[in-house]
């Protein structure tokens, strides 16, 4: 089973910046990313699929969020730009099987350990 590590969390002001790398150790097809505040439940973010063809995010993320990914590396990325203090929390990188249902973490079979994103404001 494929093992995913995530990594490039920090503490951040507001308005900065920040890019996560989720680094695989096999092959992951469809890929997404998850934020979780404190005291929250984990919600999607954005999701890509294998070929980068198709991209997905969450409506709060728009613009500001940007997905890709290396499949050279196994590596799929997340910038965030413009960071706001609502953006704090733990942000985990999944791996599943169904493009269709990319929104669901209930679709995602592979979690990572998660990253944690603090931003001051």
């Known amino acids: 089973q494929v093992q995913l590590v995530e990594s490039g969390g920090g503490l951040v002001q507001a308005g900065g910046f920040l890019r996560l790398s989720c680094a695989a150790s096999?092959?992951?097809?469809?890929v997404g990313w998850f934020r979780q505040a404190p005291g929250k439940e984990r919600d999607f973010v954005a999701a890509?699929?294998?070929?980068?063809?198709?991209?997905k995010y969450a409506d709060s993320v728009k613009g500001r969020f940007t997905i890709s990914r290396d499949n050279a590396k196994n590596t799929v990325y997340l910038q965030i730009d413009g960071l706001r203090p609502e953006d704090t929390g733990i942000f985990y990188c999944?791996?599943?099987?169904?493009?269709?249902?990319?929104?669901?973490?209930?679709?995602?079979?592979?979690w990572g350990q998660g990253t944690q994103v603090t931003v001051s404001s």
């Open positions: 096999g092959l992951a097809l469809t």
């Open positions: 890509i699929s294998w070929s980068s063809s198709f991209t």
């Open positions: 999944a791996a599943g099987n169904d493009w269709t249902r990319a929104s669901d973490p209930a679709m995602y079979d592979v």
